[in-house]
């Protein structure tokens, strides 16, 4: 009985100290993906991205996401669109909410750091995230 107790004591002040607020400072940037945990449980790593995607928040509840291809001289080749996205705390969590011409969706921010982004999309699909760092070449 103890350690149910002492379980949930530990429980409610993790759940207690998560502030997503936090997270919107982190999200700028660029992100690779290093692993997607499927809704089944089954995941796939990443060792190897053709592309990146680089978020730009402009103030505290709005931003884009863009899709980007890194080149060997150290530039980027960017794809034409750019999903615009809203942010919102709802919950206790960071939602993102995308618009574009095709589509509507939302995305929840699970966690944002300097060093790792995990996101989970409708799909209850994870994807793990790490900071970019582009491959030297000499």
């Not at 949930?8 to 997270?23: D, G, H, Q, R």
């Not at 089954?42 to 592309?51: A, D, L, R, T």
């Not at 990146?52 to 509840?61: A, K, L, Q, R």
């Not at 996101?119 to 900071?131: A, F």
Request: net charge positive.
């Amino acid at each position: 009985m103890k350690r149910i107790l002492v379980i949930l004591i530990v429980l409610t002040n993790l759940s207690c100290n998560k502030n997503p607020e936090t997270y919107i400072k982190h999200l700028n940037g660029y992100w690779e993906i290093e692993k997607v945990i499927l809704a089944s449980g089954e995941e796939h790593s990443y060792n190897y991205n053709e592309f990146i995607d680089y978020f730009s928040v402009s103030d505290s509840s709005k931003g884009y996401r863009k899709k980007l291809r890194p080149l060997l001289n150290g530039t980027y080749e960017a794809s034409k669109d750019a999903e615009q996205f809203n942010l919102k705390i709802e919950h206790d969590s960071l939602n993102i909410y995308y618009k574009t011409n095709f589509s509507n969706w939302k995305e929840t921010i699970l966690r944002a750091s300097e060093s790792e982004l995990k996101i989970i999309n409708k799909d209850k699909n994870i994807y793990i995230y790490k900071p970019y760092k582009a491959i030297k070449t000499n």
